[in-house]
Every structure is written in C-alpha cells, then in structure tokens.
C-alpha cells in the first residue's frame, strides 16, 4: 500500500524532560496542546491531501506524550471512525492493560518507547526509572495485541551500550527496534563536540549491530534499519546491489524528506522533518498545495547534495540530510558519520 506519513504532534506536554529532545532544546518554553477543533479541520485536510495523491494516510500521533493531551481519546475515536491507520509514540507512564487495550480497540497497530542505554544512562537522559517502566510497557503493550517499538538515539553518549541493549529488548520479546542518531540542534552546540560520533566508529558500530542481528535474526524481534548509512554498510559487505535499469534520475530510497512524509507540530507548523529547522507552511494552508510548493521542492533538488551526488549511492542512501543540518545548517552538507571517501569537489 501507498501510504503518505504525518508525525503528528498533538501536544507538547510530557512526563520527561529528555536531554536530546527537540521540544526542550530552548529551555523552557510555553507547551502547546492542538485545540479539538484544529485536530479535526487538520485530519479533514490530511484526508484531502491523501485522496488528491491517490495514497493512504498513516499517523503517527506523538507528542509530548500524546496520552496527556485533554481530548486524547476523542482524537483515537475520530481517527478511528474515519478508518485512517496509526502509531502512537509516546512514554511508558500511563500505559494499564485496560490503556492498552482501548488503544488497540480504537485501532493502534503499534506504540513506540525509547530506551537511550543501559538503566544508568537510559534515566540520565529521560528519567529516574523510566528504563524500567519501560521494560515493564513492552508486554503491556504486546498483551493488548499491539505491536511493540523501542527506538534508541545514537551518541557518543550511549554508542558502546547499545549491542548490550539489543540483548535486554530482544529478551523482553519488543517486536522491532531501531535506532536513529543525535541530531544537534542550534541552542544545542556545548552538546554537539562531546555527542559526536566519529564515521570509523559510527560503521564499527553498525558492524557490532550487524552481528546482535544475526545472532538473533529468528526471534520475535525484527530490526528495522532506519538509518540510511545502513545501505552503505550493505553495500560494502555485498548484501545490497544497485539494481540494473534503472532509471538514473529517479530516486528510489533514503531520506523521505520532501517524498511521503510531514510533520505537523502542536502548534499548526508544518515541517518537512522533525529534525531540524524546515518550516514550510502551517495547516491552515491546503496541506496538498504546500507540499508542491517551493519551500518544500527545496528538500528534492538531490543534485545538490554536496557528497552525496558524486556517489553511486545517491539514489538509494543520503545518509541522513537533518543531523548534517544539525552540524552545519547546511541541508546538503555531507553527513557527518558517513565514513565513504567521495570527490565531493566535482
């Protein structure tokens, strides 16, 4: 099926304040929550879009913590009436048997945790005991007939941990898990030199995830390879072929940026990726007409990329356009953990 994602932020309340998250990378600022009335001339104009693009809309309702917003279960039931698939992303604080399984029955198809290390570290980032809460969600989650993420960000922070992370998730039986890396923002630079990841030890790393992989490739954990550096990885090790052709002007995987994806915040700004700074309109705009506008056409000029378009990959890999944003404010710029030597001077 064809679908079209929209990581929809209905509030920005939440239970954490997590180090790395975007929302809190300005300190403290005023938390919004999307009025009802928004929500629903918002999925109204989801709808349009999908239906003018002939694809299926699928949500990703998060936060904050989704859960805490005011009229979060009239928002499950309007969604679901409306038969429209989701995700829910959120914290694992409020998540009963009986959440659970209201959830599922609403039509949840997946809740999404994070865990970010070990115990010591995971709480250092997010919380005093959320690792455990955490671990504990897993089979709340899976009881009720949904299905289970975790999701880890990579820095230098939690980089060694994450093979024996792997482990404790494939051990509480999580149905998938993946990982993306630390993206800086721009009031987040004392952050950036001591998270940084260098690209040898980024694809070590990748190699030590690779083996955990392998070792426990018939479990009733699959691994999603998120990252795109993960095609390079492949690549080199064989296990991933350029097909023939194919048409050399089209692009066929990597970043979505700009493709089949939007963010919406709670405040109404649409974003072309959460990520970074990549405001490109607001949902009182046709959601259609802003993604064929110029402000999102800048995000599909991939003859830009300043590494990427001197390298075979470019159509299937980009590494990941937001943490070179994050580094340099330049979306084009190389990615900063990919480890290929490119003539980027062509």
């Known amino acids: 099926m064809d679908y079209f994602a929209f990581q929809w932020h209905i509030t920005d309340e939440c239970d954490q304040r997590c180090k790395h998250c975007y929302i809190f990378s300005n300190g403290h600022p005023k ?26 809309p699928y949500l990703y309702i998060t936060g904050g913590d989704p859960i805490l917003h005011s009229r979060f279960w009239d928002f499950l039931e309007l969604v679901h009436s409306h038969g429209i698939p989701f995700t829910l992303m959120g914290n694992p604080f409020h998540l009963t ?5 209201r959830m599922k029955s609403l039509g949840c198809r997946k809740y999404q945790l994070s865990l970010d290390g070990l115990r010591e570290t995971h709480d ?20 009720s ?28 039986q999580a149905d998938i898990f993946a990982f993306g890396r630390y993206c800086p923002t721009s009031e987040d630079r004392a952050h950036q030199e001591t998270w940084h990841v260098e690209p040898e030890r980024y694809r070590q790393f990748l190699e030590e995830c690779w083996a955990k992989f392998e070792q426990y490739k ?31 002007d089209t692009i066929y995987d990597g970043c979505n940026c700009g493709n ?4 919406i915040s709670a405040e109404g700004r649409l974003m072309a990726c959460r990520r970074f700074e990549s405001y490109v309109g607001t949902v009182d705009e046709e959601l259609y007409d802003v993604f064929h506008g110029s402000k999102m056409e800048q995000y599909r000029q991939h003859e830009r990329f300043e590494k990427c378009r001197n390298c075979e990959l470019l159509r299937f890999c980009r590494g990941c356009p937001a ?11 190389s990615d900063p953990q990919c480890w290929k030597e490119v003539n980027s001077n062509s």
Not at 124 to 143: N, Q, Y
């Open 260 to 263: 089949c994806h939007f963010t």
């Open 323 to 333: 943490v070179a944003y994050g580094y340099t404010k330049n979306f084009y710029a």
């Open 97 to 101: 048997d009986e959440v659970c399984r």
């Open 145 to 172: 007939g949904m299905h289970c993420a975790i999701m880890s960000t990579i820095s230098s922070t939690n980089i060694d941990e994450i093979p024996q992370l792997i482990d404790v998730i494939v051990e509480h």
């Open 124 to 143: 250092r980032f997010r919380k005093p005991g959320s690792f455990d809460a955490t671990l504990r969600a897993i089979e709340t989650v899976r009881k």
């Open 218 to 248: 018939d479990s009733e954990t699959t691994f999603n390879l998120k990252d795109h550096l993960w095609t390079l990885f492949l690549y080199e090790k064989g296990l991933f072929k350029i097909p023939e052709g194919l048409d050399e």
């Open 31 to 56: 938390l919004v929550e999307m009025s009802w009335d928004r929500l629903v001339a918002v999925l109204a104009n989801v709808e349009r879009m999908a239906e003018r693009m002939r694809r299926t």
